[in-house]
């Protein structure tokens, strides 16, 4: 059984920096693709980023590019969010796929949590 576990949410003022950090556990993780999605209030989940556990190449929904960087050390998986913006506020969820790297147009087959991500104007 696959089991990811968020941290590192919170509240932030508009321009700084949070980092998220993600726990899996349950698999040998070698194959899958895993990422971040986001959902906030009233809207649809969407996708933020996406990383290869294997080779490490990653993707970038435009919104975040140049602001968050994913990363993956181990068992652990990071999003470093800088420039924050007001209208990043949302849940933010930890997603693996065992099939399929983590990409916008499919859902990814686990999910953590979420951890709320707060950006004050």
């Known amino acids: 059984q696959v089991r990811l576990v968020e941290s590192g949410g919170g509240l932030v003022q508009a321009g700084g920096s949070l980092r998220l950090s993600c726990a899996a556990s349950?698999?040998?993780?070698?194959?899958?693709?895993m990422g971040w999605f986001r959902q906030a209030p009233g809207k649809e989940r969407e996708f933020v980023a996406g990383i290869s556990w294997s080779v490490g190449s990653t993707s970038y929904a435009d919104s975040v590019k140049g602001r968050f960087t994913i990363s993956r050390d181990n068992a652990m998986m990071f999003l470093q969010m800088n420039s924050l913006k007001p209208e990043d506020t949302a849940v933010y969820y930890c997603?693996?796929?065992?099939?399929?790297?983590?990409?916008?147009?499919?859902?990814?087959?686990?999910w953590g949590q979420g951890t709320q991500v707060t950006v004050s104007s």
């Open positions: 349950g698999r040998t993780f070698s194959r899958y693709g």
């Open positions: 997603v693996a796929d065992s099939l399929r790297p983590v990409v916008a147009d499919k859902t990814p087959n686990y």
